[in-house]
């Protein structure tokens, strides 16, 4: 009787997971893989941001080169500037912060080396709302630098959909 019991359960188990799995593929969920890029290798200017680490490291995964020599380039790439923001969002009666708004913009621009001219200059923004307390300081500092490079790993993201979409000229 109790190895029929454990034999039922088990059945039971093995039919929801595989209803688990038919309704995942179903939606149209999927890993989000690699990025398609119309280009191999890439050469890099202009300032250094705190993105450019994960930005590079993203690059590599992607199957990217990224090159120190513009003329060995399929494209250029030029950074040109990052901003963080953080402003009060509201109050309390007591005049005391309730609420941020971080914010966080990168610009950048490309082109192709054979190309004089560069893009208009794009930009990515990210936006994060969070509540504040005195009492919870520690706690709220952590909280925001995890806002923070979420915001930035957000953008490396962005950045590289962006890139996905330039088709290069034959050469």
């Not at 059945?11 to 999927?30: D, E, H, K, N």
């Not at 300081?137 to 952590?142: S, T, Y």
Request: charge should be positive.
């Amino acid at each position: 009787m109790q190895y029929k019991c454990l034999n039922m359960t088990l059945y039971r188990g093995l039919i929801l997971a595989i209803l688990a799995s038919l309704m995942l593929s179903a939606c149209g969920f999927q890993l989000r893989g690699i990025t398609e890029l119309s280009f191999k290798t890439l050469y890099i200017q202009g300032a250094t941001l705190s993105i450019s680490r994960e930005l590079n490291q993203s690059f590599k995964a992607n199957g990217i080169r990224v090159v120190e020599n513009k003329s060995d380039a399929d494209l250029l790439l030029e950074m040109l500037n990052e901003t963080n923001e953080k402003r009060i969002l509201s109050l309390s009666g007591g005049g005391k912060v309730r609420e941020y708004e971080l914010n966080y913009h990168v610009s950048f621009r490309t082109r192709e080396p054979a190309n004089p001219i560069w893009s208009a200059p794009q930009t990515v923004q990210s936006r994060r709302d969070y509540s504040y307390s005195d009492d919870a300081l520690l706690g709220k500092l952590d909280e925001e630098s995890q806002l923070n490079t979420d915001m930035r790993s957000d953008a490396v993201r962005e950045v590289l959909r962006r890139l996905s979409a330039i088709k290069l000229t034959a050469k």
